[in-house]
């Protein structure tokens, strides 16, 4: 995937000094908790139920740890076992926790309506997207095209910040230096070829446009636009993104869709 007027620059902007950028606080490893966290993402990827052994290969994890792991989040209801096949799958006890998140994200539910608007009259996919998490982006809300079209994206779907259009926003708004950003995007996958200095000059145009596109760099055929959602010169807490198959809009259309997203970005953030 795929998100003012600022024509000039300030702390904030891509390619800060270094002295300026503020160090992240030192987070200390606690291996239970990130190997428990690793065995719930892997089972909420993989459509089939998998085995204790199967888990920890695909993990790297010794077997019997990974067995300890698996028991406690059963007794927790976050993962289910099944007796027969002594397969793990996720449990009935992360529907509620996702439920619980759901409920209480207003956003989602203020900027739903937009989205079957955006949807309905251009006939793209249209995305909100949650970018408080520096390294990740989060779709809290989407309303799907009728055309014969359809991203692999559904409310949940977690992705690394600086990939698509929405990317481009998180950076330009990112207060990280250019090595910073360098060292990020070289993580990066993407379908069309794009270098870093490319990309970076369309971060700096998605600050004084207050908008991006990805044409077909992100998603092969695929035109993505995000725009921000921001209070005055705060950086975005989401982004407003709609998806449409290559030559799918004309120009005319991409303009006209931009302004509606926009209207609907200054809805959601009030007056």
Known sequence: MKQGDQTEWSASQVGQPDFLATPGPRIRPVPAVSRSIAILRLLGKTRTPLGVNAIAQAL???????LHILRALVEEKLVAFDQQSKHYRLGIGMLALARSAIDSHAFASLIQAGLDDLSSHYKVTAIAVDVTNPDQMVVVALSRS?????????????FPSLLSATGRLVAAFSGQTRAQLKTRFDKLRWAGPLDFDTWHQ????AAQDDH????GIYIAGVTIVAVPV????QPPTHTIVCASMMNQLTEADLSSLIHVMRFQAALATGP
Do not use: A, K, N, Y
């Not at 790297?60 to 990974?66: D, H, K, M, N, R």
């Not at 991006?212 to 044409?215: E, F, L, P, Q, T």
């Not at 921001?230 to 010169?233: A, G, L």
């Open 60 to 66: 790297g994890l010794v077997p019997s740890t990974c």
């Open 146 to 158: 009728s055309i014969p079209f359809r991203l692999h994206v559904d409310v949940g779907s977690v």
């Open 202 to 205: 369309e971060v700096r145009q």
């Open 212 to 215: 991006s596109i990805d044409r």
């Open 230 to 233: 921001r209070q005055h010169s």
